[in-house]
């Protein structure tokens, strides 16, 4: 029994795909013949493109950093806290680096 193993698509390749569902002047099968890929897949591939759109041009992306950047600083402080109380019990118990 074969398995044909899924394919790789690189995200240039998918972009042209998209593109041409895009422009409309072929019809998906014709364009997914062209490519050598599946109807639903070039679907997908569509529909996530659509869908991430408007996080181009609307302040969701901002507000993302914004949270990750705070979550970022606040590591930093624990692993800052962190460090000071390691390097005190070091101290406390007498260990001294080799």
Not at 58 to 81: H, M
Request: with cysteine; aromatic share 8%; proline share 3%.
């Amino acid at each position: 029994m074969d398995k044909k193993r899924p394919r790789k698509h690189t995200a240039a390749f998918k972009t042209q795909v998209v593109l041409a569902l895009l422009k409309g002047d072929r019809t998906r099968n014709e364009i997914c013949s062209e490519f050598g890929i599946h109807p639903t897949q070039a679907a997908l591939w569509k529909q996530k493109v659509l869908s991430g759109i408007p996080g181009l041009f609307g302040l969701g992306n901002i507000d993302e950093l914004r949270e990750r950047d705070k979550l970022i600083e606040e590591l930093y402080k624990q692993v800052g806290k962190l460090q000071t109380q390691l390097e005190w019990l070091k101290k406390k118990m007498g260990y001294t680096d080799f």
